[in-house]
């Protein structure tokens, strides 16, 4: 039986459950596409992502309405990664047939929820059922003042490294979640609700960049050790930090090189918090705590030559992107 009788009954109850009117939007679903108007003086900051059965969410793992929450933070995180506002959203669904009405609600529940939280309005996509998995594409598009953008590239040598929030929450509910082992009595676990429900943080970028503070910024998805080499590499500079400053995990703390919590928060990724770099003279503009997030500063950039490096018990190593990556890592 599928979940719905036709794809305009789907379309029409998903208009009704998004309706309401946004800023900008002219027309939203049920046309065959949207009419946005963005302001003058701002620039579009669009951005997509995939969400995948077996790959990023399973079954017995996430609830649907954690697949719908975690699909749109994803594409959240990277538009506060660049200091945008988010505006509006597009999913498109490839539904496997063997998924039910009640999964696709719960999924519709967990998304516009997050949306409604951070004012993004939901203005259309596409639907298709087919045999396979299920797999989402949302595309969000944001906007931010016309220079104010926080890119990759901007990072300089002798700009501390800042982090917003602890890392590796998320990986640590992902394997406490492999294990069974708090399926239920675990369930409201500050990790099992870091990785099922996690929080990007749109409201920390848009103050970066709307004070100028930040020289550049990624959002940590794939693991701090893969996203830090990826913004050193974009700025063309290299980068050291200190073990015993990332905030992770404090039930499995240690600095050494096999510490869980350590490796947790260099390599876990999923935590969708915002590494950034402030140049010495912005530094004094960066409160300690921004709202309920403490902002924590685990190193500085440097020469390319030096490279990424991890100081840990006073030697310096070098740190290599070993988080996650589509082209080498497994199943979630």
Known sequence: MLPFNSETE??????????????????????????????????????????????????????????????????????????????????????????????????????????????????????????????????????????????????????FLFV???????????????????????????????????????????FLAGRRIASSAIDVSDGLSSDLNRLAQASGVGARIWADRIPRPESAGGNSARSPGLSLALHGGEDYKLLFTVPPGRVELLPKRFRATRIVRIGEMQASRLGVQLVRNGNAVPLEAAGYDHFRSGKS
Do not use: N
């Open 10 to 159: 789907f379309t029409g109850w998903l208009a009704r459950k998004s309706a309401g009117k946004a800023r900008g939007l002219h027309l939203g679903i049920g046309d065959d596409a949207a009419l946005l108007e963005l302001r003058p003086g701002f620039k579009w900051v669009v951005t997509t992502d995939l969400s995948i059965e077996q790959v990023h969410f399973s079954a017995d793992r996430h609830p649907p309405r954690s697949v719908g929450h975690r699909a749109l933070a994803r594409s959240l995180s990277d538009v506060a990664a660049m200091g945008g506002e988010p505006r509006f959203a597009l999913i498109s669904l490839a539904l496997s047939r063997r998924v039910r009405r009640r999964w696709i609600e719960e999924f519709f529940t967990g998304m516009l929820r997050l949306a409604r939280r951070y004012r993004v309005k939901l203005v259309g996509g596409d639907t298709a059922l087919h045999a396979g998995r299920t797999m989402v594409d949302v595309t969000v598009i944001g906007e931010v003042l016309r220079d104010r953008a926080i890119l990759r590239s901007g990072a300089k040598p002798g700009d």
């Open 164 to 206: 917003g929030g602890e890392l590796g929450y998320s990986a640590l509910g992902l394997r406490l979640l492999r294990s069974r082992a708090g399926s239920k009595r675990f369930s409201e676990s500050k990790a099992i609700r870091a990785h099922l429900y996690p929080d990007p943080q749109c409201q920390l970028g848009a």
